[in-house]
């Protein structure tokens, strides 16, 4: 399931994060991208994964597609400095939930299509 999201979405994701990488060293003044660091290189994974999956819910639901790409703006604490590392349990859930309720559609319709209702 995730890497059917990440195949038919990794170059929007790939460009998704590496711009949004960008904005976030904008915003916290940091001059200074180490691109071979082992710390940039887990931030791309997370987000190429979290904006692959959010892209995939926009194709099929615009609302929850909004959702989650807006609770993705929670993570960085350069966005919102007075909320410091206490949002991202927030965005985590709302990511978890869309990816239950997927996997739950997905074995409903599987149930219902080999019992032959």
Request: aromatic residues 20%; proline residues 3%; charged residues 15%.
């Amino acid at each position: 399931m995730f890497l059917l999201m990440l195949k038919k979405n990794f170059k929007k994701a790939a460009f998704l994060s590496l711009s949004f990488i960008g904005l976030i060293y904008f915003l916290d003044n940091k001059n200074n991208v180490d691109l071979f660091s082992f710390e940039f290189f887990l931030i791309f994974l997370m987000y190429l994964v979290l904006f692959s999956i959010s892209l995939d819910a926009y194709k099929k639901s615009k609302i929850a597609g909004v959702l989650l790409l807006f609770s993705l703006l929670l993570l960085p604490p350069a966005i919102f400095p007075k909320f410091a590392g206490n949002l991202f349990p927030v965005t985590y859930g709302v990511f978890i939930v869309y990816l239950f309720i997927t996997h739950g559609i997905n074995m409903f319709k599987n149930w219902k299509n080999n019992t032959g209702l």
